[in-house]
Nanobody, 125 residues
Framework: QVQLVESGGGVVQAGGSLRLSCAAS????????MAWFRQAPGKEIESVAA????????YFADSVKGRFTISRDNDKKMVVLQMNSAKPEDKAIYYC??????????????????WGQGIQVTVSS
C-alpha cells in the first residue's frame, strides 16, 4: 500500500515562508504526477499546485501563482511545496497526492490515486 507522508506544516506569519514536503513510502511505486491540494475550514478541497514526472509541466491555482513553487526529487520520491508571501487565506489543511497512471500536472483531484493524511498550515496575521 502506497503511503504519502507530509511534513513541514505549522504556523507562519503573514508574508513569511513555509516549506511542505511529501514522500512516497513504497519502494516499488513510481509516482508520476504529484500535487498539493488544500481544504480550509468550511470549504471544499481545492487544488494548489501540481508537477509532472520530469518537472517540465506544472500547474498552479490562480490564488498562489507567483507566491508558491513546486518541485520534486524523483530519487527520493518526494514533492516539495515552497510557500512564500503567505496570506491568511492560505490557512488550510494541505494534502499531497500522486498518480500512478497520469503524468499530467493536473489540478483535478480525480487525476490522483493516492493521498496523504494532510498537514495543517496556519498563517498568523
Amino acid at each position: 500500500q502506497v503511503q504519502l507522508v507530509e511534513s513541514g506544516g505549522g504556523v507562519v506569519q503573514a508574508g513569511g515562508s513555509l516549506r511542505l514536503s511529501c514522500a512516497a513510502s513504497e519502494r516499488s511505486f513510481t509516482p508520476l504526477a504529484m500535487a498539493w491540494f488544500r481544504q480550509a475550514p468550511g470549504k471544499e478541497i481545492e487544488s494548489v499546485a501540481a508537477i509532472s514526472w520530469m518537472g517540465s509541466n506544472t500547474y498552479f491555482a490562480d490564488s498562489v501563482k507567483g507566491r508558491f513553487t513546486i518541485s520534486r526529487d524523483n530519487d527520493k520520491k518526494m514533492v516539495v511545496l515552497q510557500m512564500n508571501s503567505a496570506k491568511p487565506e492560505d490557512k488550510a489543511i494541505y494534502y499531497c497526492a500522486t498518480s500512478q497512471n497520469t503524468n499530467n500536472a493536473s489540478g483535478s483531484s480525480r487525476a490522483y490515486d493516492y493521498w496523504g493524511q494532510g498537514i495543517q498550515v496556519t498563517v498568523s496575521s
